[in-house]
Structures are given as structure tokens and as C-alpha cells.
């Protein structure tokens, strides 16, 4: 489930990546892209909160930096739907907590595998 989720939420880094050029070049985002991003990053996050109520421990570390990675994320499309443009220094935060929890993720995929 975390392998899943790691690829998800991989996915959701490379399309954020190409949002984040477009905030920190005060271009407007492709809301298309936007609503490509935030549901594959959502199922990524699902899948690893479910994780977490099942292993506890670290997993629920992850899941709240990638919860709170979410929570920004709903602030960004919340602004540039209403006109006012994803802010970048919370564009950035976004990004900066979502790779914590990814990286948490990847380090927990890694150090429960069979070596």
C-alpha cells in the first residue's frame, strides 16, 4: 500500500513542480493541471493515513505533514479560483511539507523491506 501511495504521491511532486513554475513566475496555473494534481495527491494520502491506523508509529508522522501539505494545497486552489493567484511562499511551504512527508514515506517503504 505505501509502494501505491509512493507512486501517487510521486506523480503529484512532478505535477507540482510544474505548477510551482508557473506561481514563481506570476504566471497563471493551468487549473486543468490543478485538478489533476490535487486528487492524485488525495489518494496518495488516503493511502497512507489508512496505512498509518493500521501500523501506527512514523506512518502517522507522514500522514500529518501530507495532511498538512493538503491543507495548503485546498488554501493555493481556494485563492487562484477566486482570483487572487496561489501565494508563493505558501506554494513553496506546500511543496517543502509534501516532500517531508514523501520522503518519510520512501524512508519507511525502504527500511521495512526485506533486505
Do not use: E, N, Q
Request: aromatic share 6%.
Amino acid at each position: 500500500m505505501l509502494l501505491v501511495a509512493l507512486i501517487l504521491l510521486a506523480t503529484a511532486a512532478v505535477l507540482g513542480l510544474v505548477l510551482l513554475g508557473y506561481v514563481l513566475r506570476g504566471k497563471p496555473t493551468p487549473k486543468a493541471l490543478a485538478f489533476v494534481h490535487g486528487p492524485i495527491a488525495a489518494l496518495g494520502v488516503l493511502l497512507v493515513i489508512v496505512r498509518a491506523f493500521v501500523d501506527g508509529g512514523m506512518v502517522w508522522v507522514a500522514a500529518a505533514l501530507l495532511a498538512l501539505a493538503a491543507a495548503g494545497g485546498i488554501v493555493l486552489i481556494t485563492s487562484d479560483l477566486r482570483g487572487r493567484g496561489p501565494s508563493k511562499a505558501l506554494s513553496i511551504a506546500h511543496g517543502a511539507t509534501a516532500v517531508a512527508g514523501f520522503g518519510l514515506v520512501l524512508w519507511l517503504l525502504v527500511s521495512s523491506s526485506p533486505h
